[in-house]
């Protein structure tokens, strides 16, 4: 069916108000990090004076610091524990607790964070008056962080592992490999670009959160995004645009190497397939 | 290796795999919700909250206080709190549906060539910190801010004050607009996405039988592509709908004093009153609040999971 002309321009136009609604805001973040006055929203001229300020800003430093060791630390055990969450719901497709297991594996993706942050400490509280331990800190952020990683991380890893197809391994074990030489050797390359996409998710979102790590930080475990956020509530502040730019730019180059990478090692795979095929 | 020993070998592997997430989610996930649960109808004591089990005395005491619940339920400001906190939330997903429907339509309908840059595009800002874009709208909108600026000198602020979306025209911040604003930027993506994902399933067969028996584009729309696109619309709506009910850091940022959310409440009770009880209820009384779109979401979501395979 031919769209009409009018219908062409709408369509082009919405799409472009669409994304310029989208990118307005990480635009003018940038453009205001620049910006020579201490209210960020009107341009008074460049400068880099921010950016110095931030090299001595030993609160945000710190915070980044922390923020990156929680957020490597999520973002491993979320993919390992995703790992085995979708494997289990795409592979085993009955055992006790199925129904209860799959709900409690999405449901921190919509649950509220507030509650989910409430909860969590409440019953870390109890422990540690019972046990002595764990204090707020680190490891609490991380168990927090972990919770939600691994919901997202079983969500991008059991899609990808759901259109894989099983004469694969079904062949890998009619030849004679044992099931834990099929996960290793068969199962696992073949995921192996969700692995990466799971992984780099859940460590943007571990870096982003604000709330669970208001619940579980104690004193001397503030994160990065808790100093962004008590900053910004107090209004705007250079500095954060500063930070801003800058994680945007790491992100962006993050994004953009994980899917060069990712595109190089398909063709290469396509190429073998291609060669297998011929020969 | 006997086929025995090779079935042990599966069983245990299987145990394991199974086993170490689902321990982890019962531990970390289920068992602080029973424990919120608890407390919520525990009493408040000094620096701590007592036991619902005493022992004194040798005698086994069970406290139980619903005073918590009672006064919820029977607090105006609760009520009003519960109350707005759906009204935003749903004003929201009605804002989203609205400007994302179109959205996803034109980009199942784009080029095939040009459609995974047009996803990659929208999937991006998921990357950038969403804390970062939220503060972002706080710079747009205030005063002399680019937004702010557009929308005064169009006279947008006039409709919006009309509406009573605005206190005072020219004063975009801390108001219903600027919360519902920033709820819909954030949560767009997650209403485009799925929606897409049905639009760009769809038989565009369908669409020229329509027009063969007669049908206007206009008609063949509401009537096909509509209907047919249900599940991304329910699955989009509820994932807008479910964690703007219990949104925290936007209303704090961008809402102002008339904006409280039910969010904001339960923060207020743990770090300021230091009441976890109340707490407590409160987060039980969100849980409630989304429990139905909850349900309504899972159901869909099976549906859809048993439909693609």
């Known amino acids: 069916m031919k769209a009409s002309r009018t219908g062409l321009w709408f369509g082009r136009g919405w799409l ?27 341009w008074r001229g460049f ?9 001595g800003d030993t609160e945000m430093l710190s ?52 509650v989910v942050g409430l909860s969590l400490l409440l019953m870390l509280v109890s422990v540690q008056r019972a046990l002595g331990f764990p204090e707020r800190g680190i490891l609490t952020i991380w168990i927090g962080h972990l919770l939600l990683g691994t919901a997202y991380a079983t969500v991008v890893i059991q899609s990808r592992l759901k259109d894989l197809n099983p004469q694969l391994e079904e062949a890998a074990m009619d030849l004679g490999a044992r099931p834990h030489q099929v996960f290793w050797l068969v199962t696992l390359p073949m995921i192996a670009q969700s692995l990466v996409s799971a992984w780099l998710l859940t460590f943007t979102i571990s870096l982003d959160d604000v709330v669970l790590s208001a619940f579980l930080s104690g004193p001397g475990s503030t994160t990065m995004p808790l ?13 954060v645009n500063a930070v801003a730019t800058l994680v945007i730019v790491v992100v962006a180059i993050g994004v953009v190497l994980a899917s060069w990478l990712i595109a190089r090692n398909e063709k290469r795979r396509g190429l073998e397939m291609a060669a297998a095929a011929r020969a | 290796m006997s086929t025995l020993q090779a079935m042990r070998g599966m069983f245990s592997g ?5 086993a170490a997430p689902f321990l982890f989610l019962l531990v970390f996930f289920l068992l602080p919700f029973l424990i919120v649960g608890k407390i919520s109808i525990s009493e408040m004591e000094i620096v701590s909250f ?59 309908r784009a080029k095939p060539t040009v459609q995974p ?41 006039q409709v919006l004050y009309a509406l009573g979306l605005i206190t005072t025209p020219g004063n975009l911040m801390h108001t219903p607009f600027s919360l519902v604003l920033g709820m819909t930027y954030t949560y767009l993506p997650f209403m485009i996405l799925p929606l897409f994902g049905t639009l760009a399933k769809m038989d565009l067969r369908l669409l020229e039988a329509a027009a063969d028996l007669g049908a206007s584009p206009w008609v063949a729309f509401w009537q096909i592509t509509v209907p047919l696109s249900k599940a991304g619309i329910i699955a989009g709506s509820m994932l807008v709908f479910i964690p703007c009910v219990g949104e925290f850091v936007i209303p704090e940022l961008l809402g102002g004093p008339e904006t409280l959310m039910i969010g904001r409440v339960l923060w207020d ?25 909850l349900a309504i979401f899972s159901k869909y979501q099976a549906e859809a999971q048993e439909a693609r395979r």
């Open chain 1, 47 to 55: 400068t880099l004076r921010w950016y110095v300020q931030l090299a």
């Open chain 2, 117 to 157: 840059a047009l996803l990659m595009l929208v999937m991006l800002p998921f990357w950038t910190s969403f804390l970062l874009r939220v503060y972002a709208w706080r710079g747009l909108l205030t005063e002399g801010g680019w937004a702010a600026d557009f929308i005064v000198a169009t006279g947008l602020d």
């Open chain 1, 63 to 114: 915070g980044l610091w922390l923020s990156l060791k929680i957020a490597f630390f999520t973002a491993c055990g979320a993919v390992v524990l995703g790992t085995l969450a979708a494997y289990a719901l795409v592979k085993y497709r009955r055992f006790t607790g199925r129904t209860l297991f799959s709900g409690m594996v999405t449901a921190p993706l919509v649950m509220p964070e507030v």
């Open chain 2, 50 to 108: 007592k036991d619902v089990l005493t022992f004194s005395d040798g005698v086994m005491q069970l406290t139980l206080k619903f005073g918590n619940y009672v006064f919820i339920t029977e607090d105006p400001l609760y009520f009003r709190t519960y109350l707005a906190s759906l009204q935003y939330a749903a004003a929201t997903t009605v804002l989203c549906l609205f400007i994302g429907y179109p959205f996803a339509y034109f980009m199942a």
């Open chain 2, 14 to 18: 299987r145990t394991a795999v199974i």
């Open chain 1, 227 to 239: 100093v962004i956020f008590s900053r910004a509530r107090l209004g705007l502040n250079p500095s």
């Open chain 2, 269 to 293: 009770e743990f770090f300021s009153n230091n009441d976890w009880p109340m707490a407590s209820s409160v987060a039980v009384v969100m849980v409630l609040l989304i429990i139905v779109p």
């Open chain 1, 16 to 42: 472009s108000l669409g994304f310029a609604f989208l990118y307005l805001p990480i635009v003018a973040l940038v453009v205001f990090s620049f910006n020579d006055s201490p209210i960020p929203n009107q």
